[in-house]
């Protein structure tokens, strides 16, 4: 069952489209994933991931384009022709059926001979440790086993590829916890194709080798969780990506690659391009990156509201004297009174910079680079 060449099957989707009736979802989109990619979509609710693992998986007819999988077109194929297993949210187990008959339920569909079913069916609960269980119904399990069977019943099928729909949302947060690390396991175990549906940030960063981050039915950057986290390509992503939240300010470009923030002075380690003196920016900060120090040039000034002790960090949110709120994350340091005035500072490196129309402001050396 360890992936074979052609259990790594590449999914790609050619300029693909989706309408109900008159409104537009998906505008278009270009996408590949490797064989034996785990590749992560996230993007705010309604931005169309459900609709894009469903045209994927079949479930859903394509407006336009084409979807290939293992390198074959399986734009006008059934969903029972692709070799594809989704994993749903709710999950959708047979109530009346063990949890063997459930495993073994759509084999038997297939007409798989039965010492063949058994075998598979051993295979699957032993890779999701659910053997003891194989004789109790659904009703009878917690909403971690549920969910383990019904990934059970995916591996049984043999997929070329899974898809999975948020299918941790329903269970406590320490539950996501150990079933993330399972489904983590289960690729390399595994090394199938998986496409992967998620709100949760950590499940997004641990999980995958590339992010897809979708708005709008719109693809705003794809790359590792590295690549996304600290290297965005647009306001969208800085504020999408990461918890708490990248903070923005209001900047304005100053002569001699200088930006001003309210009453400070910072500069970024490089020049950037497409700026020019007198141009409104977004600066942006992570709360990891500001650390509460000595009153300075390139240090902001602001007043802690409240603080949040949490053990290992203790969240500050401040206000800037423009009225924006600022929020730092301390690993140690002391605890503030609200109301207090704190001198915030960041590295050079850790800024990052977006144009008023939201698009990343990169050193210029390396545009010139790209431009070639
Ligand atoms: N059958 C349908 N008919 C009409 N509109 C639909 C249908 N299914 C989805 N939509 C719309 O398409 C858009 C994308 O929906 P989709 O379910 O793909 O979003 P999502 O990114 O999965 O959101 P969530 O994070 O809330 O699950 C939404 O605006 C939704 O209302
Ligand atoms: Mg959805």
């Not at 998906?26 to 169309?48: A, K, R």
């Not at 949110?317 to 009174?337: A, I």
């Not at 144009?355 to 070639?372: K, T």
Request: net charge negative; hydrophobic share 40%.
């Amino acid at each position: 069952m360890t992936g074979s060449a052609q259990e790594k099957a590449k999914i790609e989707l050619r300029n693909v489209r989706k309408s109900f009736g008159a409104v537009n979802v998906i505008h278009g989109l270009d996408l590949t994933i490797e064989g034996g990619e785990f590749v992560v979509f996230v993007g705010p609710s309604g931005c169309g991931k459900s609709t894009l693992l469903r045209m994927i998986a079949g479930l859903e007819d394509v407006t336009s384009g084409d979807i290939l999988i293992a390198g074959r077109d399986v734009t006008d194929l059934d969903p029972s022709r692709r070799g594809i297993a989704m994993v749903f949210q709710s999950y959708a187990l047979y109530p009346h059926m063990n949890v063997r008959e459930n495993l073994s339920f759509g084999l038997e569909m297939a007409k798989t001979p039965r010492d063949e079913i058994d075998r598979q069916v051993q295979a699957a609960a032993q890779i999701l440790k659910i053997e003891p269980l194989l004789e109790r119904r659904p009703g009878q399990l917690s909403g971690g086993q549920r969910q383990r069977v019904a990934i059970g019943r995916a591996i049984v099928r043999k997929p070329l590829a899974f898809l999975f729909d948020e299918p941790l949302s329903n269970l406590d947060a320490e539950l996501r916890v150990s079933m993330r690390i399972e489904i983590a396991r289960l690729h390399r175990e595994l090394g199938n194709t998986m496409i992967y549906v998620t709100h949760d940030q950590t499940e997004a960063m641990t999980l995958s080798d590339r992010i897809v981050v979708l708005k709008d039915g719109v693809i705003e950057q794809v790359g590792t969780p590295r690549e996304v986290y600290e290297d965005p390509n647009n306001l969208f992503v800085a504020g999408f990506i990461g918890s708490p939240r990248m903070n923005f300010m209001d900047a304005v470009c100053l002569s001699g690659n200088r930006i001003g923030v309210g009453d400070a002075v910072i500069v970024p380690p490089q020049p950037l391009s497409g700026m020019s003196e007198g141009d409104h920016v977004k600066l942006g900060i992570r709360p990891e990156h500001l650390t509460v120090g000595d009153r300075g040039e390139g240090a902001l000034r602001v007043k802690v509201d409240f603080s949040e002790y949490l053990g290992s960090t203790r969240y500050l949110y401040c206000y800037l004297s423009s009225g924006e709120m600022v929020t730092v994350e301390q690993r140690d340091g002391r605890d503030f009174s609200p109301g207090e005035e704190a001198w915030l500072s960041c590295t050079a490196e850790c800024l990052r910079l977006f144009s008023a129309d939201g698009l990343r402001l990169r050193p210029a050396v390396l545009d010139a680079g790209a431009a070639q």
